[in-house]
């Protein structure tokens, strides 16, 4: 299971972070400040996996992003990094090419896309084409009440 989710530019700050275990305010601060130069000071060249207390932490870079991953000790690390690739997958094909700046102005659709990916820290939807056909309807029930246009099913 996946305790929790934080994607963390390099200079370290969150720009978004979805908890799937109980943590109340103080302690998801703290987390965020142990692991951020945990895994921001590792070396290009390690493996992506680091054994932290009684969990597990997975993470990927990609371009200016730190994607991590709190996981089960006893879960598959590999499958861990399929669900990071397949987000950052999701992310792209929805942005076009997506930066950081994205992530910044538009964290209510990562956030959105996330949650269509993932349901209580377990694989929800593992198909590119569903979660984008989902994620499209969204933005059509959205410009439409913007529109004040009734639902056109």
Same mark, same amino acid.
């Given at each position: 299971?996946?305790?929790?989710?934080?994607?963390?530019?390099?200079?370290?700050?969150?720009?978004? %972070?979805? /908890?799937? #275990?109980?943590? &109340?305010?103080?302690?998801? $601060?703290?987390?965020?400040?142990?692991?951020?130069? *945990?895994?921001? #000071?590792?070396?290009?060249?390690?493996? @992506?996996?680091?054994? /932290?207390? @009684?969990?597990?932490?997975?993470?990927?870079?990609? $371009?200016? *992003?730190? +994607?991590?991953? $709190?996981?089960?000790?006893?879960?598959? =690390?590999?499958? !861990?990094?399929?669900?990071?690739?397949? +987000?950052? =997958?999701?992310?792209?094909?929805?942005?076009? @090419?997506?930066? =950081?700046?994205? *992530?910044? +102005? &538009? +964290?209510?659709? $990562?956030?959105?896309?996330?949650?269509?990916?993932?349901? %209580?820290?377990?694989?929800?939807?593992?198909?590119?084409?569903?979660? *984008?056909?989902?994620? =499209?309807?969204?933005?059509?029930?959205?410009? @439409? %009440?913007?529109?004040?246009?009734?639902? !056109? #099913?």
């Amino acid at each position: 299971m996946i305790h929790f989710m934080l994607l963390m530019s390099r200079q370290g700050k969150v720009r978004l %972070a979805k /908890w799937y #275990s109980t943590y &109340n305010q103080k302690d998801r $601060a703290r987390l965020v400040k142990e692991i951020s130069p *945990l895994i921001l #000071s590792r070396p290009l060249k390690l493996c @992506n996996f680091i054994d /932290w207390k @009684n969990m597990k932490l997975v993470y990927k870079r990609y $371009a200016s *992003l730190y +994607f991590c991953c $709190a996981v089960d000790p006893d879960d598959n =690390e590999l499958a !861990v990094l399929e669900i990071i690739h397949q +987000f950052v =997958e999701v992310l792209d094909r929805y942005f076009g @090419n997506v930066c =950081e700046l994205d *992530l910044i +102005f &538009n +964290f209510h659709k $990562a956030y959105y896309i996330l949650d269509e990916m993932l349901l %209580a820290g377990e694989l929800q939807e593992p198909s590119k084409k569903q979660i *984008l056909k989902v994620i =499209e309807a969204q933005d059509l029930l959205v410009e @439409n %009440a913007k529109m004040g246009i009734e639902d !056109v #099913s």
